[in-house]
Structures are given as structure tokens and as C-alpha cells.
């Protein structure tokens, strides 16, 4: 079973980015899949998580109103759509699948993380 997030880079804050990880290796079209990001020298912390095709989305406060998750089951991606981009999130972002709740520890499949750096 794979996760492989990609999509980050480097943009001014206002801007967006698209992230997507798309699974391999298993559906997890019946699972919560999830983004987390962590910053340097932080824990790492919950963005959003989406349950099944008719699981309402859960946001962090950090982000609600600006990114949106969403998933594609027919070819097992789950999307993070980022707008209204700030310097604070700046970070490595991973998604996850196979968990609940917000606690990365509930989570059971990881991607590699991509990195999202926001210039001011």
C-alpha cells in the first residue's frame, strides 16, 4: 500500500495550491483519509479529514474557510485545494488514510509528505 502526495512548492502568501495523493495498493474509498502538515520544529497537526463519499469534510480552525479537501474514489485521490495561502502554513503536508479523529496517531497509512513553502 502506497500514499504519494504531491503538489507542493513554493508560492506567495494569497496565493493557492492544489496538493493530491493518490493511494495505490488497496481502495480506501470506504475510509477517512486525511491531511496533516508539519512545520520545522513543530508537532505534526491536523488539517482536514473527509469519510466517505457522503462523510461531511472536518477542518483544523487554522484553515477552515481557505483549503478544501476532497476525494475522487474512481481513481483513489483525495485532493487538498489550498487558498488564500499565509506564511504560517508553511510546512511539510501528508496525507493519511485508514484512521479517525484528528490525532495523527489514529492513523494507520501514510504519503512521503510534500512540501509547501508560503513567502510573505
Known amino acids: 500500500v502506497q500514499l504519494q502526495a504531491s503538489g507542493g512548492g513554493l508560492v506567495q502568501a494569497g496565493g493557492s495550491l492544489r496538493l493530491s495523493c493518490v493511494a495505490s495498493?488497496?481502495?480506501?474509498?470506504?475510509?477517512?483519509m486525511g491531511w496533516f502538515r508539519q512545520a520545522p520544529g513543530k508537532e505534526r497537526e491536523f488539517v482536514a479529514r473527509?469519510?466517505?463519499?457522503?462523510?461531511?469534510?472536518i477542518y483544523a480552525d487554522s484553515v477552515k474557510g481557505r483549503f478544501t479537501i476532497a476525494r475522487d474514489n474512481a481513481k483513489n485521490t483525495v485532493y487538498l485545494q489550498m487558498n488564500s495561502l499565509i506564511p504560517e502554513d508553511t510546512a511539510v503536508y501528508y496525507c493519511?488514510?485508514?484512521?479517525?479523529?484528528?490525532?495523527?496517531?489514529?492513523?494507520?497509512?501514510w504519503g512521503q509528505g510534500t512540501l509547501v513553502t508560503v513567502s510573505s
Open positions: 495498493g488497496r481502495t480506501f474509498s470506504n475510509e477517512i
Open positions: 493519511a488514510a485508514r484512521g479517525y479523529g484528528s490525532s495523527p496517531t489514529n492513523y494507520y497509512y
Open positions: 473527509l469519510g466517505r463519499s457522503d462523510g461531511l469534510p
